[in-house]
């Protein structure tokens, strides 16, 4: 039977394990393409990056883009942790089936323009819509693999 003195480092070691925070899981990331909503015009690469059931990063490039004083394609990009976006519905935490509604301003002072953005992520593949309203306009669909 052990003595009280030959517990005491295992109690400690147990208490500094419960103490510490839990460790984050992996990152995961997707990539694929996206195209038009029809699906007759393939845009760029897509590169969604899902940490703790969290979007941290999704782009989507060479969208093709009406308006924005003759820009013809531009980049999607949506980081939730950027101080120069704003969350105006919707959340970049996933739903418990995997599903992802959000809708930013991809410069929070630039209050005519939002990207509205719905997918569904599994655990190897994703896919979704997105559209931009107000000075640029755009809209389309992607897919994405582990």
């Known amino acids: 039977m052990p003595t009280r003195t030959a517990l005491l480092p295992l109690a400690l070691a ?21 195209t038009s909503k029809d699906k007759t ?27 924005c004083a003759g820009v013809s394609a531009m980049n ?9 976006q704003k969350i105006v519905g919707g959340s970049a935490r996933l739903t418990k089936s995997g599903r992802l509604v959000v809708s930013f301003r991809p410069d929070k002072t630039v209050e005519e323009q939002v990207v509205s953005i719905r997918a569904t992520v599994k655990k190897s593949s ?16 992607f897919t994405a693999r582990r």
């Open 126 to 141: 994703a896919s979704g819509q997105f559209e931009s309203v107000g000075i640029c306009t755009n809209a389309g669909r």
């Open 14 to 34: 147990l208490a500094i394990a419960l103490a510490a925070p839990a460790v984050a899981g992996p990152t995961t990331t997707y990539k694929g393409k996206a």
């Open 76 to 84: 999607i990009v949506f980081t939730p942790s950027s101080k120069a």
């Open 41 to 67: 015009f393939r845009y760029g690469k897509v590169t969604m990056r899902v940490k703790d059931r969290r979007v941290t990063n999704l782009k989507i490039e060479s969208v093709s883009t009406n308006g």
